[in-house]
Every structure is written in C-alpha cells, then in structure tokens.
C-alpha cells in the first residue's frame, strides 16, 4: 500500500538533493534533527496512512457523517485513525519545545502530511485544520487563552476549525455579517450564520475550536472592521476541562461530490442570544491575522492535491505496466502476444504528463514549505525577507497550479485505465471527485488570480515579482554550465523575459483602468504557473544531473526525472506565447460579453 500513495525515493530526493533540507539541522531550533531522525518520522507518516488512514478511505466515501438532530457521528474508523495520529505527535511535532513540540521542520511536518492526504484526504481534513488553528491561537492571542485552548489542541483532545463563509458572502470577506457584541466581562456574544465550515461539528474530540471571523458591533466597514474570535463548541474551564455547551448550533450537514467523511457544516451562532467568544489580538485587524491561517491552508490545499495527484498516477503506471492489450503499429501478427498498455505512445504520453503534473505539485509545495523554515529562521534577516517576498508572491500560484494540474491528473490517470479507471472498484475515480473541491476552497482559481495580478506584481512597484526574476535568473545561469541542461535553460530565459515584458504591460493597464486590466487575470496565473512549474522541474533535472555525475546508483529514477523535465519544456511550457499574446493585446472578448448575450 505505502508505494501506492507516496515515493519514498521521490521524497528523499526533493527533501535532501533538490531542497538542501540538511541545511536546516545547522539552525539552532533544529538542532535535533538529522537524516536519521527524519526518516523515522517519515516512517512513522508512512505506517499511520497505510495502517489506520487509507483502509477505510472508500468506506467512508460510501457512508458520510450521518446528523440525527443533535449528534454527528463518524465511522468509528476515523477515531481510531485520530487517536493514532495525536498519540504520534505530529499535531504538535512543528511546536516549541515548551509546548511539548519536537521543533520540526515545517518542510518535513508537510512531507509527512503528503503521506495522509494521498491515504484519507477527508480524514486528514480534521488534523489539517486543527494545525491551522493551533497555529493562529500561536501567533496572535493573549497568553491566557493559548493557556486554555493550546494543550488540548496539541494533544488532540481539541480540533480546530476557520469559520469565514457565510450564506450570503463567499470569498468577498469584506460583507460578511456576524456580530460579535462587547460584554462586561471582556468576552463577546456573537450573532450569525457561517456555512461550508468543514469538520464544523463532530464526535471525534472532547471540544471543537472555531476560529470565526465577525465585525464588532459598531465596527467600520468593509474589511477594516474585521475582527477574528475564538468560539469553542463548549466554553474551557480554568482547568482546560470542557464546561457548558456554547450556543454553536449545527443547522445542518451538507453533502459533497466528494471529500465525504469531512463534516461540511452550516453552524448558527447565537440563537439563544449566549454564544461566548475571546477577540483574538486587537479589535478590527481579524483578517489580517486570518491571512496566515489562509495562506497556510492555501500551500496545504495545493499540497492535498499533489497528494491525490500522484496516487492517482502509480494506480495508473502500476496498472499500465501490468494491463495486455494491443500491438504495437510496427507489429502485424495477429497470433502474437499483446503487449502492456506502457508500451503504447499515447500511454506513455498520458503517465508521463501525469508525471510532471504529481511530481511537479509535490516538489512546488515542499519547496514553499521550506521558505517558511526560512522566513522563520535563516540566520540573517535579509533572508528572512527574501523568502517572505518569495513565499508570498508563489503562494497563489503554488495553490492554482497544483490543484488545477493535478485534477488534470487525476483525470489522467482515468483515461489511462480506460474502463477500469471510471468504476469504483478502482480508487482513482474517487481521487478525482475528491481532488475536484481543491480549485474552489481556500480562494478560487479567479480569486488567487486576482491577488497575484491584483496584487502581489503590483505591491511596492513589483517588487515581489522581482525577487522571483531573480531566483530564475540563478537557476538559469546554472543550468547553462550543463551542456544538458543548457537548452532548458535558454527555454526557461525566454519565458522569464516574456514573463517581465507581459507583467509591465499589464501593470501600466491596471493603472489606467483596473477593470480591464484585470478582465484575463486567471490567464495571468496559468501562465505565471506554466513558468514556475517549469522552474522548479529545472531543478529537479539539476539535481538528478548532479547525482548522475556523481555516480549515483538510481540511474532510472534520475533518467526518469529529467526526461520529465524535458516534457515539461517541450509540451507544457511552449503554451505560454499564446496566453502572453492573449494578454499583452488586453483581449476583450470576455469582458465585453454581456449578461443578456448568454
């Protein structure tokens, strides 16, 4: 089962030779760690997904959390599931020392997380958001209530949740309409409904923790007027005992295409006028601080869908190399014997895209994940704000790409087992219904496009975008004192001087009329996308170069990931000039159809 979700080869290589992660046990809060000790948390990733995750994977497809009016009950296999994985640690694994951490890296926590989404995705969607929020109390709340609401979300007696959409507000934060009202006391009574609150309500831990978005009666408006508050399903005793029932009522359980075993809740807050919250930091800077509960969730979204992306694909090249059917065209015996589908070209187009697709979204999200080790903890802080800048401007592109591309794959993989890849005794039809929600949560396509274009390229006179010319400019520059690698590298030049040429022609739109200069946004971040995704499979083939020369022993994973890297220049990146051509004309023909027309 463990070589049908992740690789473990594929791992080490992106850990160690593409992303330098040994460089990380030199930093003081990663003393501990070695290769050694990470191996045995990989290890221990690896034997919870087989053992207690991806068993009851199709079972709880088949049978979603069921609502009887006053309890949500799971399959009693997600419990068991949960208590192995807080029992591991890895809930707090990435803590301080002081919080009964262990000080991981957040590239290797990621790494070991890959593992439970490629197993279970719904079941990892409970520890997925109780990380989230465990984080977020972290960062910003007062020492009292991390005291009361931290140990038991780090030892999983707690889960967590983001509570931001609302019935009449999607990703357009600035409306939303949940009150929180002051009380003597300090606390607030919140008033409102939110809806598609994932692991919203639940059996598996003693409370629930709802990090909520909600505008301060009185506040200004729009988003300067958000604030973020702790509301738990029952209010904490000084002790960190779970007292009283809040007044968080589950309206009702809504039913996904896929995704199923993760509660997706409409909750009702205040319906009894009683619903006790704790403002988290200063009042009116709530999404601001949401933000890092947001965008960690925007790399673990990406990181789902590289998870499913990639199961997808060894069902289907396990599958393609087992599967007899066909000739090949060269061969006009009837009476011979069929060959594996592997050994038809168009097979072999559709694993290898699959290839740079998975394996492409996996090596992107680690590699983001590794900026945050950097951002938190590179020895000087101009480096500190190099890979903030960098981090932030890949953000969008690192959650549409991947999650957009792998669904490709997972469609992918479909269309390689033919018959046997749409009917559900095979898994990757429900990968597919499961990796579908990944382009919509957490910000939608069109959304991350709007803040990359929006946004980010224009933010202090792009100078984010500057930052990443200048990681390409050092990527090519290696890559051309490798005859292999040079045309690559001429290839990607190319592309980064059509990426400048494009962006400073939509900037100075943008500047004399945004709307227009938005319009073909989402096109913007494909194409942003189609350059990072070739980057980052540059440096794989660099590595695997490296490692060739060296001697290596595991030449035909090497050769294999440079001959992906070589499609991923050849077929994917080539697509660019028409979506640049696209958008330096500023084409109109979306933003001039008109509503009636349709």
């Known amino acids: 089962m463990p070589d049908q979700i992740l690789r473990r080869d594929d791992l080490e290589f992106l850990l160690y030779d593409v992303l330098d992660t040994a460089a990380l046990f030199g930093r003081q809060r990663y003393a501990d760690f070695s290769r050694e000790a990470v191996t045995a948390i990989l290890d221990t990733a690896e034997r919870l997904a087989a053992d207690h995750f991806a068993p009851f994977n199709r079972k709880g497809d088949d049978h979603e959390p069921s609502f009887d009016g006053e309890k949500v009950t799971l399959l009693t296999e997600v419990k068991a599931a949960w208590d192995a994985l807080a029992g591991a640690g890895l809930l707090a694994a990435h803590h301080d020392h002081e919080r009964g951490g262990m000080q991981l890296p957040e590239v290797v926590l990621r790494a070991a997380m890959a593992h439970f989404f490629a197993a279970n995705i719904a079941f990892a969607g409970y520890p997925f958001l109780t990380i989230g929020a465990a984080n977020l109390i972290e960062s910003f709340a007062s020492d009292d209530l991390k005291k009361r609401f931290l140990p038991g979300m780090l030892d999983g007696r707690f889960s967590g949740t983001m509570a931001l959409t609302e019935p009449a507000q999607g990703s357009a934060l600035a409306d939303i309409r949940t009150t929180a009202i002051p009380q003597p006391d300090g606390t607030y009574r919140l008033k409102g409904q939110k809806m598609f609150i994932s692991a919203g309500d639940h059996d598996l831990t003693e409370n629930i923790v709802h990090m909520v978005l909600a505008r301060i009666q009185g506040a200004p408006p729009g988003v300067k007027g958000i604030s973020l508050f702790i509301c738990p399903k029952y209010v904490v005793n000084d002790d960190g005992s779970p007292g009283r029932r809040n007044d968080v009522a589950l309206a009702g359980l809504l039913h996904k295409m896929g995704y199923r075993h993760t509660t997706s809740t409409v909750l009702n807050f205040g319906e009894q006028d009683a619903c006790e919250a704790y403002l988290v930091g200063e009042p009116h800077q709530g999404l601001g601080y949401m933000f890092q509960m947001m965008n960690e969730a925007r790399i673990g979204v990406a990181l789902g869908a590289a998870a499913l992306g990639y199961a997808g694909y060894l069902h289907s090249l396990d599958y393609a190399k087992e599967r007899p059917q066909g000739r090949l065209p060269s061969n006009k015996d009837p009476l011979s014997p069929q060959v594996p589908i592997i050994e038809h070209a168009d097979?072999?187009?559709?694993?290898?895209?699959?290839?740079?697709?998975?394996?492409?979204?996996?090596?992107?999200?680690?590699?983001?994940?590794?900026?945050?080790?950097?951002?938190?903890?590179?020895?000087?802080?101009?480096?500190?704000?190099?890979?903030?800048?960098?981090?932030?401007?890949?953000?969008?592109?690192?959650?549409?790409?991947?999650?957009?591309?792998?669904?490709?794959?997972?469609?992918?993989?479909?269309?390689?087992?033919?018959?046997?890849?749409?009917?559900?005794?095979?898994?990757?039809?429900?990968?597919?219904?499961?990796?579908?929600?990944?382009?919509?949560?957490?910000?939608?396509?069109?959304?991350?496009?709007?803040?990359?274009?929006?946004?980010?390229?224009?933010?202090?006179?792009?100078?984010?975008?500057?930052?990443?010319?200048?990681?390409?400019?050092?990527?090519?520059?290696?890559?051309?004192?490798?005859?292999?690698?040079?045309?690559?590298?001429?290839a990607l030049r190319t592309a980064r001087d059509r990426l400048a040429e494009v962006t400073a022609c939509l900037r100075r739109e943008i500047a004399a009329d945004s709307v227009r200069g938005l319009a073909n946004a989402t096109i913007y971040l494909d194409f942003v996308g189609r350059i990072v995704a070739a980057w980052i499979w540059l440096k794989q083939a660099a590595a695997a170069a490296r490692l060739l020369e060296q001697g290596a022993a595991n030449t035909h994973f090497l050769q294999g990931k440079i001959q992906a890297a070589r499609f991923a220049f050849d077929w994917d990146l080539p697509q660019i000039e028409w979506q640049a051509r696209l958008l330096e004309s500023i084409n109109p023909a979306c933003l001039d159809m008109r509503a009636d027309w349709f």
């Open 347 to 490: 097979v072999r187009r559709m694993l290898l895209m699959q290839k740079v697709y998975a394996e492409g979204a996996l090596a992107l999200c680690l590699y983001a994940s590794r900026l945050v080790d950097d951002q938190k903890t590179a020895e000087h802080d101009a480096d500190r704000r190099h890979a903030r800048m960098l981090l932030d401007f890949l953000t969008p592109v690192v959650k549409t790409w991947c999650s957009e591309y792998c669904v490709k794959a997972n469609d992918l993989a479909i269309q390689t087992m033919g018959g046997a890849g749409y009917i559900r005794e095979n898994p990757v039809e429900q990968y597919y219904r499961d990796n579908r929600l990944n382009p919509i949560h957490e910000g939608t396509t069109g959304i991350q496009a709007l803040d990359l274009l929006g946004r980010k390229v224009m933010m202090n006179n792009g100078e984010m975008l500057q930052v990443f010319l200048e990681e390409l400019d050092g990527s090519i520059a290696a890559a051309h004192a490798d005859p292999m690698l040079a045309p690559m590298g001429d």
